[in-house]
């Protein structure tokens, strides 16, 4: 039979303050780790029981503080924050970097002809929608129904925009084309988001004070953070979306790259890595994981609850945007 000694290790307090971007990006580098969406399920199930019984004060004898911070490293980027339910590999944020990579590599690669544009469009809205559901406040339920439904809406803006400036690009500068699948993946995004969390906007999302206790439901906290995560996304794919093509259409003049023109794809894969590889946890620091807002922005009926209850002593509301 196992025994445990007795810890008094805060595995849940962060490693670095949150209230600061940089305090944030250590935090994203360390929980975006592509590395560990290479692990196997039992290796972070193990991590998961390590965090739990960190967290109700005992841990195995010998555990070390360091191995403490490893296990909650791999808590953070395999298990949901609301449920505590392992996510699914592709949806999670650690797997951002080699499917990312990959599906922008060859969106920008291939955007000449409508079949290309349309494929990889259709692709990369599937990609995103798995990870918006993955990454959603899983507190607000929402049905296969209404999944399908914003599947089927942010695909078909993706696919409209891209198309459409497609067509529209055919007399513009070459450059200008290859722009189109950062303002079709945009574009996208602004829909795509907040179809896949419109339970959290139609009947609002918990929110707590300070210390965890729950305070009511807010569509206006919901509409806050999800509003937060868009910018968040357009701003992850914007650097390798829009200097990449500048970088590429001047190498694609060069003798070399002309002679290897069926490298031009994994190139751009790489290079597209090599921008993820920041841009997903530079992104996802932008704003606070805990998001929080005054109680005087809330909705009246809610500001209301909260004063009666509460007089003065409540002044900002806590929540989990998502991701």
């Known amino acids: ?26 935090h994203f580098f360390n929980i975006t780790d592509w590395r560990t969406a290479a692990l196997p399920d039992s290796r972070l199930d193990e991590a998961k029981v390590l965090v739990e019984h960190c967290r109700s004060g005992f841990v195995p004898p010998g555990t070390t503080e360091e191995q403490l911070h490893y296990a909650k490293k791999l808590y953070d980027s395999a298990f949901h924050p609301d449920t505590g339910d392992r996510m699914n590999l592709i949806g ?21 002809t409508v079949p290309a544009v349309v494929f990889w469009q259709w692709v990369n809205q599937s990609f995103n929608a798995l990870v918006n559901y993955t990454n959603r406040n899983a507190a607000s339920p929402i049905t296969p129904k209404q999944i399908g439904v914003a599947y089927f809406t942010a695909t078909s803006t993706a696919l409209a925009t891209a198309v459409g400036l497609n067509l529209y690009t055919k007399k513009a500068p070459p450059l200008v084309a290859r722009w189109v699948p950062f303002v079709a993946v945009a574009s996208a995004n602004c829909v795509n988001i907040p179809m896949m969390r419109q339970q959290e906007i139609l009947n609002g999302i918990s929110v707590t004070d300070e210390n965890g206790n729950n305070l009511g439901h807010s569509t206006r906290a919901a509409v806050k953070g999800i509003t937060q995560v868009v910018v968040s996304r357009i701003t992850m794919a914007a650097p390798g979306m829009i200097i990449l093509p500048i970088i590429m259409q001047r190498m694609e003049k060069y003798k070399f790259m002309q002679r290897i023109t069926f490298l031009h794809g994994p190139i751009q894969v790489m290079m597209v890595g090599a921008f993820l590889v920041f841009m997903v946890p530079a992104a996802c620091s932008l704003f606070p994981q805990r998001c929080s807002m005054a109680v005087s922005k809330l909705e009246p009926e809610l500001r209301a609850s909260i004063v009666s209850q509460y007089g003065d002593a409540v002044q900002r509301v806590y929540f989990n945007k998502g991701l």
């Open 1 to 26: 039979m196992e025994t445990f000694t007795r810890s008094s290790f805060d595995i849940d307090a962060p490693q670095w303050d949150q209230s600061t971007f940089m305090g944030r990006l250590k």
């Open 92 to 112: 999670r944020m650690s797997f951002q970097v080699p499917g990312g990579m990959a599906i922008t590599g060859f969106m920008l690669q291939f955007y000449r």
